[in-house]
């Protein structure tokens, strides 16, 4: 049992590049939820998706589209980086229904030049 | 709009030194409070959940409770692993699915 993985760990990519983060959790979990933590701001809610087929904007979506590609697998995509986006990104699941705590995934750290 | 306040930012204890770390918020409808530990270069890690004023979690040396303003994280007799940034998380009733986190107490424990 695996839990949440993320792909890739590391990733540096120049400004107006695109890249797709992905997230895969192994626990049958409805819920999926996209983060960013950055110093001094905590974990910031990007995306998240209640159930397969569905998704919705958290605190800091612009710049950044997703897909809740099946029930096991939620992708974080940046269309056009900037180095705003420079942050450590983590995805979490939930299974919905029941203690409603979320289960975090190792996290991807992504620096745009 | 949800809030979390941790407090403090940063903690340095000797082996042993028992504290508290701080985590104040202010929701609309509080359906849970979560702790969460996080070491360098890791994702959180879960820790306790709290639902209603009075309760209280223990593990290890780590007990939370909760108020209806604010939740403490102590730690009994720390030890160096005990080291690590300590998040805390509300969800509110309104919110549905998401979680407000505080900025983090970092805490170290020194032999």
């Known amino acids: 049992n695996a839990g949440v993985t993320q792909t890739p760990k590391f990733q540096v990519l120049k400004t107006g590049q695109s890249m797709t983060l992905q997230c895969a959790q192994d626990?049958?979990?409805?819920?999926m939820y996209w983060y960013r933590q950055d110093p001094g701001m905590g974990l910031r809610l990007i995306y998240y998706s209640a159930s397969e087929g569905t998704t919705d904007k958290g605190e800091v979506p612009n710049g950044y589209n997703v897909s809740r590609l099946n029930k096991r697998e939620f992708s974080l995509r940046l269309e056009s980086a900037a180095p705003s986006q420079t942050s450590v990104y983590f995805c979490a699941s939930r299974l919905q229904g029941g203690t409603d705590t979320q289960y975090f995934g190792p996290g991807t750290r992504l620096t745009v030049l | 709009e949800d809030q979390v306040t941790q407090s403090p930012e940063a903690l340095r204890l000797q082996e042993g030194e028992s504290s508290s770390l701080n985590c104040s918020y202010t929701?609309?409808?509080?359906?849970?409070l979560f702790w969460y530990r996080q070491d360098p270069g890791k994702g959180p890690e879960f820790l306790f959940t709290?639902?209603?004023a009075g309760e209280e979690k223990e593990k290890e040396r780590l007990k939370a409770t909760l108020t209806k303003k604010e939740s403490f994280l102590h730690i009994t007799a720390p030890k160096p692993e005990d080291s690590a940034t300590y998040l805390c998380?509300?969800?509110?009733?309104?919110?549905?699915?998401?979680?407000?986190f505080g900025g983090g107490t970092r805490v170290l424990v020194k032999p």
């Open positions: 929701v609309s409808g509080l359906r849970g």
């Open positions: 998380a509300v969800q509110a009733g309104a919110a549905g699915n998401k979680l407000t």
């Open positions: 709290l639902y209603s």
């Open positions: 626990m049958n979990h409805n819920s």
